[in-house]
């Protein structure tokens, strides 16, 4: 198929709504001054190739290469773009139990994923293992909540980090899942938790306040809701507990929605919160325009890989 068809094929769903200065629209709203293009993933579990014919209900979805292409389109239509992954990139097949991780990182280093934040299936092969992937990646890993200060990982994953698009400003921080009961002690090691709404005020405050940013994301394994256990820390508790993120990019539960959840923070103004499943199924995007006075509208929409 030609791409521009073979893209609207696989939009899955975009969203409308206001969010206070801050707009989601279908994408066939009339063009800002500025865009943005957000892509991510998340829970790829070393899902390399595509499921073939008979994988049930992901049958002929997914794979690495299928997952470029698609990637390379969007960039050559949208050049002001940021790819993110949300973590759990580690441990589904075989790839990972023979490369240890280098065959991942790898791969999307060559797709030239911007950032990352890790997911308890990342420590897999312990803090030492990770350690010895990154070579392999040319992409940062960001985590604000995970202190790596007695680790090989020391000054190698940092809290946050910002880039700088057309004159405009978007910082990323990362946050992480308690790793109790989910992470052996012997592979975590000395890794310290932090509790991720603390260090989510501290990071908006430094990026809205010290950054000066356009842009507010939380990449973040915690999860996107949790039924049975309404109040535990998920991504919507995230939102609804802090201010200034304009959008979460979640991962751990492999919640597939959609388009974006908007969800009200503590000042009652509108957050995007998005899934994309898991296994590279889908691919998320998210485009955000902006005026010559910096407000913000925003579509988003999950992709069919």
């Not at 299928?66 to 790839?95: H, M, V, W």
């Not at 356009?214 to 394994?221: A, E, Y």
């Not at 109040?231 to 979460?248: E, F, G």
């Not at 994309?276 to 929409?301: E, H, P, Q, S």
Request: hydrophobic share 35%; net charge neutral.
């Amino acid at each position: 198929m030609k791409r521009r068809h073979f893209i609207q094929q696989s939009v899955a769903a975009t969203t409308l709504v206001t969010l206070g200065g801050f707009g989601l629209q279908s994408f066939n709203a009339a063009p800002r001054v500025k865009q943005i293009t957000i892509l991510h993933t998340n829970d790829v579990h070393s899902h390399i190739d595509a499921f073939g014919p008979e994988d049930g209900r992901n049958a002929n979805q997914g794979g690495v290469a299928r997952r470029a292409s698609l990637i390379e389109s969007i960039r050559k239509e949208t050049p002001n773009t940021l790819l993110l992954d949300a973590g759990d990139i580690f441990q589904g097949t075989p790839y990972f139990n023979y490369y240890g991780g280098e065959l991942e990182f790898r791969l999307m280093s060559k797709l030239k994923y911007d950032a990352a934040t890790i997911g308890n299936h990342d420590f897999d092969n312990g803090v030492d293992g990770l350690y010895a992937q990154l070579p392999h990646a040319k992409f940062d890993f960001i985590s604000a909540n995970y202190d790596f200060k007695n680790t090989v990982l020391d000054t190698h994953v940092k809290p946050y980090k910002v880039f700088k698009k057309d004159g405009l400003k978007i910082g990323i921080f990362g946050l992480g899942i308690a790793l109790d009961g989910l992470v052996d002690r012997k592979m975590s090691k000395e890794t310290e938790y932090l509790d991720p709404i603390e260090m989510s005020q501290e990071m908006t405050r430094r990026l809205k306040t010290e950054e000066q940013c356009d842009l507010i994301i939380c990449l973040s394994h915690l999860g996107y809701h949790y039924k049975n256990l309404p109040d535990r820390i998920s991504d919507l508790n995230l939102a609804k507990a802090t201010k200034d993120i304009d959008l979460i990019i979640g991962g751990h539960t492999h919640t597939f929605l959609p388009k974006p959840t908007v969800a009200q923070n503590k000042e009652g103004k509108n957050v995007l919160v998005n899934q994309v499943g898991c296994y590279g199924i889908n691919l998320g995007r998210i485009d955000f325009y902006f005026d010559n006075d910096k407000n913000k509208t925003a579509n988003g929409t999950s992709i069919i890989v």
